[in-house]
């Protein structure tokens, strides 16, 4: 059974080398914000954040606030890897698709970090919370998931799917949901700001090994066949009558 086909190895191995450099440059950004802004208690920054954030009252705003912080919870959140890991599978990227269920390993981390933090959740008396929650504040766990899990699938989209404008409108589409999920989760009242930069920066840092390992391993694989294909074309090429020797 053929390969699906892919971009050219070698724009494939640029692109992912490009993508992990700026991924690294964010990591290592949000992570001097998080220790900037994250304490045990609120800061100014982290207040004013949310305030500002919640004073816009409109109706469809706020739904749509709602709905993206919806989709993080259990068990819906089992729906989305399987949902986004689905097309890779049906074009027998199977690698793929197994490589975007396994970002959600993510949220282990996250529990280990919530343990040791500890930070409470923000509080009524403070700013408005829709729906108050029990468990530690730092890092956001909604940030983490989406971003692990529609960080990875942009990362294979952006370096194996060829130019096409099927492909631009797919790496939109992915991003938004990473951009939106952080303003969710303070619109909600159920994250500081620090916590969500925290939760983007643990993405981030996690994102940039788990797509260098599938660079190393699988890409390395796709251009081994590519490259013996270009060396017997090349032997048969000097085989040809009427071919110099040398």
Request: cysteine-free; overall charge positive.
């Given at each position: ?32 914000l ?34 993206v ?51 409470a959740?923000p ?58 999920v952080?303003?969710?989760r303070l ?24 797509c260098?390992?599938y ?16 060396a017997?074309?090349h ?12």
């Open positions: 059974m053929s390969e699906p086909p892919v971009a050219n190895p070698w724009l494939v191995a640029w692109r992912t080398r490009h993508l992990v450099g700026v991924m690294l440059g964010a990591g290592v950004v949000l992570v001097g998080t220790l900037v802004a994250s304490q045990a208690d609120p800061n100014a920054v982290d207040l004013g954040a949310t305030r500002w954030v919640q004073q816009f009252n409109n109706a469809a705003f706020a739904a749509l606030m709602y709905w912080s919806w989709f993080g919870y259990a068990p819906q959140n089992l729906i989305m890897p399987l949902m986004l890991a689905a097309p890779f599978a049906i074009r027998r990227l199977y690698v793929e698709a197994a490589w975007v269920l396994g970002s959600q390993a993510a949220s282990l981390v996250v529990m280990v970090l919530k343990a040791v933090v500890h930070r959740r509080s009524a008396d403070l700013v408005g919370v829709q729906t108050a929650l029990t468990d530690p504040s730092f890092p956001s766990g909604h940030v983490v998931q989406y971003t692990a899990l529609f960080g990875v699938t942009f990362f294979l989209v952006y370096v194996l799917a060829p130019q096409s404008r099927l492909r631009t409108v797919a790496l939109y589409l992915l991003t938004i949901p990473i951009l939106l952080g303003l969710s619109y909600l009242g159920q994250h500081w700001l620090s916590d969500v930069l925290g939760g983007y920066a643990v993405a981030v840092l996690l994102l940039v090994p788990y260098w390992a660079a190393r391993w699988q890409l390395e694989r796709r251009s081994t066949p590519h490259e013996s294909r270009r017997e074309a032997g048969q090429a000097s085989q040809a009558p009427g071919a110099s020797s040398r």
